[in-house]
């Protein structure tokens, strides 16, 4: 703005040639600036869209990790390997943003993990164990409770996701890391393996893979 007032009573602006070469770096200026300008416009979009605020434990595109400064040009994130990463507004906008802190403290956020486990093994004995690993784990919610979900009935076994509420997502590789040691303790003393990865063995076909009779069962 200052430029354009000024530009009139500066000597000799009114020639051709001091107007031509105004006009070149203006252009110049337009070109270079186009990504600048695009990662301002984002920021505002950013800003007032309300995405995320300092502090959250996001992912944008394939960076994990927590806010710590959003800028006119760029978002800082730091990773849980603690390595700051500078992500362009612009890339920001034109990615989908994960804010794994914007219910966590009302609602809790879920923390999911999955097991296969073999056909001979009864659904509801593994459910009881992995729900009760989950409540072993330090930071999992009591309430809402751990549940099981069985994902797939896959060739040799049974996919279950343990799925338990947290309200520190920016600690959930800890929790993650200390619920899947309470979940093969619990299956060790239990003398049930867990089939991953897969395994193989030979069968003569005279035992059959299924759970035994449930005494309690009507």
């Not at 979009?45 to 995405?51: A, E, L, S």
């Not at 299956?187 to 059959?208: M, V």
Request: glycine share 6%; proline share 5%; charged share 15%.
């Amino acid at each position: 703005i200052t430029l354009v007032i000024v530009f009139p009573y500066l000597p000799g602006s009114s020639s051709p040639a001091f107007q031509g070469l105004s006009i070149f770096f203006g252009v110049l200026v337009s070109l270079g600036s186009t990504s600048a300008v695009a990662n301002v416009m984002s920021g505002i979009v950013i800003t007032y869209t309300r995405g995320f605020k300092i502090g959250d434990r996001v992912r944008i595109a394939d960076t994990e990790g927590d806010v710590i400064e959003r800028s006119a040009f760029v978002t800082r994130i730091r990773t849980p390997k603690n390595e700051e990463v500078s992500v362009p507004n612009a890339m920001v906008m034109n990615n989908h943003i994960v804010n794994f802190s914007a219910q966590a403290k009302e609602a809790g956020v879920l923390l999911h993990t999955t097991v296969t486990i073999g056909y001979d093994v009864a659904w509801t004995l593994v459910h009881q164990l992995l729900c009760e690993a989950a409540s072993a784990t330090t930071h999992v919610l009591d309430e809402p409770a751990p549940f099981v979900l069985q994902t797939s009935l896959d060739d040799n076994y049974v996919a279950y996701e343990l799925n338990a509420y947290i309200r520190n997502p920016s600690a959930k590789q800890q929790i993650a890391s200390e619920m899947h040691a309470h979940i093969q303790d619990i299956f060790r003393t239990h003398h049930i393996e867990i089939l991953s990865p897969h395994y193989r063995a030979n069968r003569d076909g005279s035992a059959i893979a299924i759970p035994a009779a449930d005494p309690d069962a009507t």
